[in-house]
Structures are given as structure tokens and as C-alpha cells.
């Protein structure tokens, strides 16, 4: 008996650092955002890793409009926030959304990111929806380091010709159109694929 509440006691030691630790890790890549991986986190997983109060279920619009879906916001409203959308049935995660700046790949794309560092991650120019439709800020590139993602930038500078120039509904622009860096192009958030 006391072989067994000694094996019992370690098991929980090994275990829950280890869950801990899952909670706190601000990493993602393709197929896994922390402690959330493609195929292995269900949506009841969620407030055992990141604590209950933590979790708030709601129903997620899709970025660009679509269909309103089930979903969780994960530390809304700090550095950490994420958002995690459901399958229809709420049984599987589809996707995450990294909306704080805690979170990082290891690469170094995180939001906030400049379109100047999009670039270096790129491996060189990219291209991104004009602003003033749903789909606005959607980038387009083909780098290694940012191809696994949906990533969107906002303006984060305040000289309004330039975020005018760059106002042109789905039209494809170039992140060396001379108005960019002077909008302050940022990424705003970053979409990382959990589903089929």
C-alpha cells in the first residue's frame, strides 16, 4: 500500500509541472499554438490547460465575415489573448487565432510584427490585400517561416495619405509600395490551422 500512494505521489509530480508548463508555453507553429495540438486538444481540453477562468466560451464570427461558429476566448483582453474556433458541432478546434503579442514563433513572428520584419521572414517582398473590405490586410507570401499562416496587418501609424493609398479594396499591394512603411503596416493577428 505504501509502494503504491509513493508511485501515485510521483505520478502527480511528473504530471502536473508538466500541464503547467503546457499552460505557459507562448510558442506556436503549423499545427500547434502552446499547449493546443492539431489533433490531440479538444475543445473540453481548454480549461484544464489554460485554467477555467481563463476560457470563455462564445460564439467567434470568421474573420472576412462567413458563418458565426462556436468557439472560446483564451486570456481575452491581455498580451496572451487568443481566440479558438470550433468545428459546427463543437467537438473539434478548426483553428486558432494569436491575437496578443506574448506569442511568438520561432522564427520571431508574433503580432505586432513590422512589415519590414515580414519581410526578412519572408525572404523578401510579399503582398497583402488593400484595406476597406472584410478581407483587408490579408497577406499573401510564400516564405517558409510565414506560408503555414493566414496572417493579417493593420496600419499602425496615424499619416492618413498613406493609409489611404493603401485603402484599395481587394486589390493585391506590395509590401515595397512606398506608402508602407509610413502607414506603419503591423501584423494584427495571425491565424494558425488546427483542423482537416
Avoid at 503547467?20 to 479538444?42: E, L, M, S
Wanted: overall charge positive; aromatic content about 8%; hydrophobic content about 40%.
Amino acid at each position: 500500500m505504501r509502494l503504491a500512494c509513493i508511485a501515485l505521489a510521483a505520478l502527480v509530480a511528473l504530471v502536473a509541472p508538466a500541464s503547467a508548463q503546457d499552460a505557459r508555453d507562448r510558442t506556436f507553429a503549423p499545427g500547434r499554438v502552446g499547449a493546443i495540438v492539431k489533433g490531440k486538444t479538444r475543445p473540453l481540453d481548454l480549461a484544464r490547460i489554460f485554467g477555467a477562468r481563463n476560457v470563455q466560451r462564445a460564439t467567434m464570427d470568421e474573420p472576412g465575415g462567413g458563418e458565426p461558429h462556436p468557439g472560446a476566448y483564451i486570456f481575452k483582453g491581455t498580451p496572451s489573448a487568443l481566440t479558438v474556433h470550433f468545428t459546427e458541432d463543437g467537438k473539434s478546434i478548426r483553428y486558432v487565432a494569436v491575437l496578443g503579442p506574448d506569442w511568438r514563433s520561432k522564427e520571431g513572428l508574433r503580432v505586432g510584427t513590422t512589415a519590414a520584419e515580414l519581410e526578412r521572414l519572408n525572404g523578401g517582398p510579399f503582398k497583402f490585400y488593400g484595406f476597406g473590405f472584410d478581407y483587408g490586410g490579408q497577406v499573401f507570401a510564400d516564405g517558409a517561416a510565414l506560408a503555414p499562416y493566414s496572417i493579417f496587418v493593420r496600419t499602425g501609424g496615424d499619416d492618413a495619405a498613406a493609409i489611404k493609398a493603401l485603402t484599395q479594396p481587394e486589390v493585391d499591394i506590395s509590401s515595397q509600395h512606398p506608402a508602407v512603411p509610413r502607414a506603419g503596416l503591423e501584423v494584427s493577428f495571425i491565424q494558425v490551422n488546427l483542423g482537416p
